[in-house]
């Protein structure tokens, strides 16, 4: 089990297969994939981006390693840490 606000490997590959629009956001403490159609729900209201798709796979290219995922993944772990306190 993970820490609430801990992004794993697995956010990240999820937000990379992910379409357009999907960002991993905090929503009451929870990290999650959350796609452009659930953004606009009363489910997801509220939550706080931490990054979007688009960006995410501009940082990390085409065919990312996975050590490049893991590494991405501690990143966004901290920056999300500082987004949600």
Known sequence: ??????????????????????????????????SAEQADTDAYLGALTVIAQDDLADELGEDPTDEQISAEAEALTTQAQQIGG
């Open 1 to 34: 089990m993970t820490e609430p606000q801990t992004i794993t490997a697995d956010h990240v590959r999820s937000l990379l297969d992910a379409g357009p629009g999907a960002t991993i956001g905090l929503i009451e403490g929870r990290v999650e994939v959350i």
